[in-house]
């Protein structure tokens, strides 16, 4: 069980367009969802963290305006990549945790570039 | 807050050989911790993880991890490794939050 799906899992975009990427958990509620930033060969940084119908809450120097994030419903979450620019290209991963449980299981990811 | 560190950036192992990934947290309660391994392109998995009770956890794939509070720590270890096991490995430290907080990754080569 516990398993977390994220779609696309590859995405390619022009500068200057905006990129929905997906998270669900598909066979438990997550009522927290996390979206994390990957560089090549660095590790994971969180960027924010949703509760379903709140709004998200943004780790430091993250713009909540350019990474738009929603958590309408227990089983899905989205993070919206506004007007792309090339270094905006990482890997994006979420992860999803149940009420009362201290583990996260994570998506397997989405490769964004941004030509 | 929490953070972790992983001092090894990259450790190579034969085939068959033992393997040992050193992780150092700092955390001012009893900390959740956790170690995951990532496949080039692909999530994380987790491989063990150690909330409570017992101080030698058990994990998947053969990996097991020994907390030890007094040098705040948390290795991972592997009797044997196979040419499977070659990846990247984190460890991490969660607060009551649910926030994990990564370590630097420790990237795995195995040679035959």
């Known amino acids: 069980g516990a398993v977390v799906s994220q779609h696309p899992s590859r995405v390619i975009c022009k500068s200057g367009t905006s990129v929905k990427i997906e998270c669900r958990s598909l066979d438990f509620q997550a009522t927290t969802m996390f979206w994390y930033r990957q560089f090549p060969k660095q590790s994971l940084m969180l960027m924010a963290t949703?509760?379903?119908?709140?709004?998200?809450?943004?780790e430091q120097g993250v713009e909540k305006d350019k990474f738009l994030i929603n958590h309408a419903s227990l089983t899905l979450s989205t993070l919206t990549v506004t007007s792309a620019h090339p270094e905006d290209s990482s890997f994006y991963i979420c992860s999803a945790a149940a009420g009362g449980q201290n583990e996260q299981f994570f998506g397997p990811g989405t490769r964004l570039t941004v030509l | 807050a929490q953070s972790v560190t992983q001092p090894d950036i990259h450790i190579t192992v034969s085939e068959g050989a033992s393997l040992e990934l050193r992780c150092n947290y700092s955390y001012g309660a009893t900390p959740y911790l956790f170690w995951y391994v990532q496949s080039p392109g692909q999530g994380l998995q987790l491989l063990l993880k150690?909330?409570?009770?017992?101080?030698l956890v058990q994990g998947i794939k053969g990996f097991e991890a020994e907390f030890k509070r007094s040098q705040s720590s948390f290795n991972l270890r592997k009797p044997s490794v196979h040419w499977s096991d070659a990846a990247e490995y984190f460890c991490?430290?969660?607060?009551?939050?649910?926030?994990?907080?990564f370590g630097a990754g420790t990237t795995v080569t195995v040679r035959a």
């Open positions: 949703s509760n379903e119908g709140s709004k998200a809450t943004y």
């Open positions: 991490a430290v969660a607060a009551g939050d649910y926030k994990l907080s």
């Open positions: 150690y909330f409570s009770g017992d101080t």
